[in-house]
T-cell receptor, first 116, second 113 residues
Framework: AQSVTQLGSHVSVSEGALVLLRCNYS??????LFWYVQYPNQGLQLLLK??????LVKGINGFEAEFKKSETSFHLTKPSAHMSDAAEYFC??????????????FGKGTHLIIQP | DAGVIQSPRHEVTEMGQEVTLRCKPI?????LFWYRQTMMRGLELLIY????????DSGMPEDRFSAKMPNASFSTLKIQPSEPRDSAVYFC???????????FGSGTRLTVV
């Protein structure tokens, strides 16, 4: 069984400031980990994924995340926030299977607010 | 690639009516997932298929919900009869073994009145 905890349902940062969105996971098997972004009234867009290669993963729009097994964490960061980053962010985990994919388990989401 | 295609984008129906949501996954992907998103419950996995075979339907809320995948390029999620509490955004996603990520469709916003 897997689960994801996202700390902070709302995070507010100033434009140009560091963005840090926290994600902790629980998984009984080596996980795949993902961050997705959702803009209002749109679907989910993949930001980045961890699939057991490098523990520091770089994604789109300047975001990156670091997989820390000892802390069971996969926090999302961006050095300098932009107004266009305002959106809902979801952390997700899936198990690894030999054949097809496993279902994604999502966190509750973090609403990122960018202050001008 | 056109991505994951869902139809309709919006559906408004009366309580008690049958509703069918449709999904075309990305060609070559062998896994397909149906999710429901609500403010109260967030993103919930309803059911998923690997190679057209249902693997886990434990997230399907009631017997009123059913899903099929008759071939690799098409899936349906049916609600019969529909109820107001079924109002939500329903997403379809597809993946190739998970390692390359999961691609989501734009969703179907269902309103049951």
């Amino acid at each position: 069984a897997q689960s994801v905890t996202q700390l902070g349902s709302h995070v507010s940062v100033s434009e140009g400031a560091l963005v840090l969105l926290r994600c902790n996971y629980s998984s009984s098997v080596p996980p795949y980990l993902f961050w997705y972004v959702q803009y209002p009234n749109q679907g989910l867009q993949l930001l980045l994924k961890y699939t057991s290669a490098a523990t520091l993963v770089k994604g789109i729009n300047g975001f990156e995340a670091e997989f820390k097994k000892s802390e069971t964490s996969f926090h999302l960061t961006k050095p300098s926030a932009h107004m266009s980053d305002a959106a809902e962010y979801f952390c997700a985990v899936s198990g690894r299977t030999g054949g097809g994919a496993d279902g994604l388990t999502f966190g509750k989401g973090t609403h990122l607010i960018i202050q001008p | 690639d056109a991505g994951v295609i869902q139809s309709p984008r919006h559906e408004v129906t009366e309580m008690g009516q049958e509703v069918t949501l449709r999904c075309k996954p990305i060609s070559g992907h062998n896994s397909l997932f149906w999710y429901r998103q609500t403010m109260m419950r967030g993103l919930e996995l309803l059911i998923y298929f690997n190679n057209n075979v249902p693997i886990d339907d434990s997230g399907m809320p009631e017997d009123r919900f059913s899903a099929k995948m008759p071939n690799a390029s098409f899936s349906t999620l049916k609600i019969q009869p529909s109820e107001p509490r079924d109002s939500a955004v329903y997403f379809c996603a597809s993946s190739l073994k998970g390692v390359n990520g999961y691609t989501f469709g734009s969703g179907t916003r269902l309103t049951v009145v």
